[in-house]
């Protein structure tokens, strides 16, 4: 369920490519692609997920669904995915969990650096920016991550840690998809 209307890319742009990152692409990658999801207006964005070592076909942990429900995402048909260079080259932002996650990103493709960041690093740096299009916020936010570096940027795994823990790290990405959702579609 979309939270915002439905719009047609603007005539001649692509379609702007978010992709969320954890390791086993169960827990805090996909509360963060369905909320991110939900937050911005179809057919101008795509919103994905993968891990690092992803529990691949797996479906959302039943309390990443419970708190992705509670923030009024969708769990329905999400299968894990594995992380291949094929999807870090076609992202042009690449949100990981951890500071951990985006040096394994970088090392892989040393070549996303300036569309890379942890979740939290970007949503302080999206919140920062004035500029208009996605493009333009990503390029901003590469330009300036020293910004951003007194605050928090991991989002602890809350895989096998019970509801307290996935409650936190969904709070966590909630607040932070909200303020890229603002960024992104300004």
Same mark, same amino acid.
């Given at each position: 369920?979309?939270?915002?209307?439905?719009?047609?890319?603007?005539?001649?742009?692509?379609?702007?490519?978010?992709?969320?990152?954890?390791?086993?692409?169960?827990?805090?990658?996909?509360?963060?692609?369905?909320?991110?999801?939900?937050?911005?207006?179809?057919?101008?964005?795509?919103?994905?997920?993968?891990?690092?070592?992803?529990?691949?076909?797996?479906?959302?942990?039943?309390?990443?669904?419970?708190?992705?429900?509670?923030?009024?995402?969708?769990?329905?048909?999400?299968?894990?995915?594995?992380?291949?260079?094929?999807?870090?080259?076609?992202?042009?932002?690449?949100?990981?969990?951890?500071?951990?996650?985006?040096?394994? &990103?970088?090392?892989?493709? +040393?070549?996303?650096? %300036? =569309?890379?960041?942890?979740?939290?690093?970007? *949503? !302080?740096? /999206?919140?920062?920016?004035?500029?208009?299009?996605?493009?333009?916020?990503?390029?901003?936010?590469?330009?300036?991550?020293?910004?951003?570096?007194? &605050?928090?940027?991991?989002? +602890?795994?809350?895989? %096998? =840690?019970?509801?307290?823990?996935?409650?936190? *790290? !969904?709070? /966590?990405?909630?607040?932070?998809?909200?303020?890229?959702?603002?960024?992104?579609?300004?």
């Amino acid at each position: 369920m979309s939270l915002v209307p439905d719009l047609p890319p603007p005539i001649g742009l692509p379609t702007f490519r978010v992709l969320f990152v954890c390791i086993g692409n169960v827990c805090r990658s996909p509360v963060g692609e369905r909320l991110l999801a939900a937050r911005l207006p179809r057919g101008r964005f795509e919103v994905s997920s993968a891990g690092v070592g992803a529990m691949v076909g797996y479906a959302m942990s039943k309390y990443a669904s419970a708190e992705l429900r509670g923030y009024g995402g969708d769990p329905t048909g999400f299968a894990a995915r594995q992380l291949t260079p094929e999807l870090i080259q076609d992202a042009d932002l690449i949100l990981t969990a951890t500071r951990e996650l985006r040096s394994q &990103v970088l090392s892989e493709s +040393p070549g996303a650096l %300036r =569309r890379t960041f942890t979740i939290l690093e970007f *949503a !302080a740096l /999206a919140a920062m920016s004035d500029v208009r299009t996605p493009g333009e916020v990503v390029k901003w936010a590469g330009a300036h991550r020293s910004a951003a570096a007194a &605050v928090e940027q991991d989002v +602890p795994d809350p895989f %096998r =840690r019970g509801a307290e823990v996935h409650a936190a *790290a !969904a709070a /966590a990405i909630n607040g932070a998809v909200l303020e890229i959702a603002k960024g992104l579609s300004r």
